[in-house]
């Protein structure tokens, strides 16, 4: 395991900094959050509530990031640059952050509660965005997948928000082709490593993959378990918290088009990497890949835009339960007991285990993930 830092005496401070746990903000800082904390619950207009924030594609072809409330309606909109992905949410719900689609160029910070935007945070040289990152629990630290330009080695940059989002150390030695990281405890970053080296976007070690779940201790940024899959064609992506505190990851299958593999598996830790359940036919309709996934009251659900559909699970038995077709099935997240499903043609659907819910039609055209700023 290798650690990667500016210095040494940023990795000291960070290493004491991440110990003591404790959020300062900057007098700046402290301006603009009172400002969002005085505005939350106050959104142009709209009732109080929680908020989805998500990126998107607009209208006229260009790209954003937006907040909206649980039926789709937009209350802010941040231009981004480039298409984004997904978006880390600061706890307490003041500052967000919102990822560039892999190979990324760019984050963009922002406030939720006004929209107003921080300066574009470019990617290092030789460097690259994975399209996710994850805040500590205390909110000082964000930490986001990035790759090494020539190489796809894994990495993953740590941001001060209490210093304009300054990288001060880099997490390295895990693997190639990191792509979602989540707080698996407030000592534990949970990272899926898709195991692929791409040009741009095109793969070149399909033959030689080596993708993992891999668990980092924050303060040493050193790995503390793996956990491995037998078919190393499955590229694990996307990941979520479930109630019971594992992890669910949900996969790109790299294999041939007609082979079939379960795309969503859950790992308690010190144990193995357990799949889901489907009948071959069943998983042919998620067409090989798995985009957002969230857990309620013991059942998963796993969305795919290219396959046009949702699946849900019962996380005891690993049993599919349900499986529907929704047009660009995108992100997922759970408010008040309820899955909330969008879709990339600006679709909703609330539902819960039993119930099919309803859709409202949104005029956001949702891309792949969501989070929950809840009020």
Same mark, same amino acid.
């Given at each position: 395991?290798?650690?990667?830092?500016?210095?040494?005496?940023?990795? #000291?401070? $960070? =290493?004491?900094a991440?110990?003591?746990? +404790?959020? *300062? /903000?900057?007098? @700046?800082m402290?301006? %603009?959050?009172?400002s969002?904390?005085?505005?939350?619950?106050?959104?142009s207009?709209?009732e109080?509530?929680?908020?989805?924030?998500?990126?998107?594609?607009?209208?006229?072809?260009?790209?954003?990031?937006?907040? #909206?409330? $649980? =039926?789709?309606?937009?209350?802010?909109? +941040?231009? *981004? /640059?480039?298409? @984004?992905?997904?978006v %880390?949410?600061?706890?307490?719900?003041?500052?967000?952050?919102?990822?560039?689609?892999?190979?990324?160029?760019?984050?963009?910070?922002?406030?939720?509660?006004?929209?107003?935007?921080?300066?574009?945070?470019?990617a290092?040289?030789?460097?690259?965005?994975?399209?996710?990152?994850?805040?500590?629990?205390?909110?000082?630290?964000?930490? %986001?997948?990035?790759?090494?330009?020539?190489t796809s080695?894994?990495?993953?940059?740590?941001?001060?928000?209490?210093?304009?989002?300054?990288?001060v150390?880099?997490?390295?030695?895990?693997?190639?082709?990191?792509?979602?990281?989540?707080?698996?405890?407030?000592?534990?970053?949970?990272?899926?490593?898709?195991?692929?080296?791409?040009?741009?976007?095109?793969?070149?070690?399909?033959?030689?993959?080596?993708?993992?779940?891999?668990?980092?201790?924050?303060?040493?940024g050193?790995?503390?378990?793996?956990?491995v899959?037998?078919d190393?064609?499955?590229s694990?992506?996307?990941?979520?918290?479930?109630?019971?505190?594992?992890?669910?990851?949900?996969?790109?299958?790299?294999?041939?088009?007609?082979?079939?593999?379960?795309?969503?598996?859950?790992?308690?830790?010190?144990?193995?990497?357990?799949?889901?359940?489907a009948?071959?036919?069943?998983?042919?309709?998620?067409?090989?890949?798995?985009?957002?996934?969230?857990?309620?009251?013991g059942?998963?659900?796993?969305?795919?835009?290219?396959?046009?559909?949702?699946g849900?699970?019962?996380?005891?038995?690993?049993?599919?339960?349900?499986?529907?077709?929704?047009?660009?099935?995108?992100?997922?997240a759970?408010?008040e007991?309820?899955?909330?499903?969008?879709?990339?043609a600006g679709?909703?659907?609330?539902?819960?285990?039993?119930?099919?819910?309803?859709?409202?039609?949104?005029?956001?055209m949702?891309?792949?993930?969501?989070?929950?700023l809840?009020?």
């Amino acid at each position: 395991m290798q650690l990667m830092v500016t210095d040494l005496t940023r990795r #000291a401070l $960070l =290493k004491k900094a991440l110990g003591t746990a +404790i959020l *300062l /903000p900057t007098a @700046g800082m402290l301006s %603009a959050c009172a400002s969002a904390e005085r505005s939350m619950g106050q959104l142009s207009g709209t009732e109080a509530g929680d908020r989805i924030i998500g990126c998107s594609r607009t209208a006229n072809g260009h790209y954003a990031v937006v907040v #909206a409330d $649980l =039926k789709g309606r937009p209350i802010h909109q +941040i231009a *981004l /640059p480039e298409r @984004g992905h997904g978006v %880390a949410i600061q706890p307490g719900g003041v500052l967000a952050v919102a990822f560039a689609r892999r190979p990324g160029a760019y984050m963009q910070a922002f406030y939720p509660a006004t929209g107003e935007r921080l300066p574009l945070r470019r990617a290092d040289q030789n460097r690259h965005y994975y399209g996710h990152g994850a805040f500590s629990a205390d909110g000082r630290y964000l930490f %986001a997948t990035e790759g090494v330009s020539t190489t796809s080695e894994g990495v993953i940059g740590v941001y001060d928000t209490t210093a304009g989002l300054q990288k001060v150390a880099e997490y390295t030695g895990f693997g190639i082709g990191p792509h979602e990281v989540v707080l698996a405890d407030p000592d534990t970053l949970a990272i899926g490593v898709g195991g692929v080296h791409t040009f741009g976007r095109e793969p070149l070690n399909l033959d030689s993959m080596q993708p993992a779940l891999v668990y980092l201790d924050i303060q040493s940024g050193k790995a503390v378990e793996k956990a491995v899959l037998s078919d190393k064609r499955l590229s694990i992506r996307h990941l979520a918290v479930t109630d019971t505190g594992d992890i669910a990851c949900g996969q790109q299958y790299r294999g041939l088009p007609e082979q079939t593999a379960s795309l969503v598996h859950l790992h308690t830790r010190g144990g193995e990497l357990r799949p889901l359940l489907a009948d071959e036919e069943d998983w042919m309709r998620f067409n090989h890949y798995i985009a957002s996934i969230a857990s309620l009251d013991g059942y998963l659900l796993a969305t795919s835009p290219r396959g046009n559909c949702y699946g849900i699970w019962r996380e005891e038995t690993g049993d599919l339960v349900d499986l529907q077709p929704l047009t660009d099935a995108s992100g997922v997240a759970v408010s008040e007991g309820q899955w909330l499903v969008g879709s990339g043609a600006g679709k909703i659907l609330t539902r819960t285990t039993l119930n099919p819910g309803r859709i409202d039609q949104s005029a956001v055209m949702w891309d792949n993930h969501w989070k929950l700023l809840f009020s």
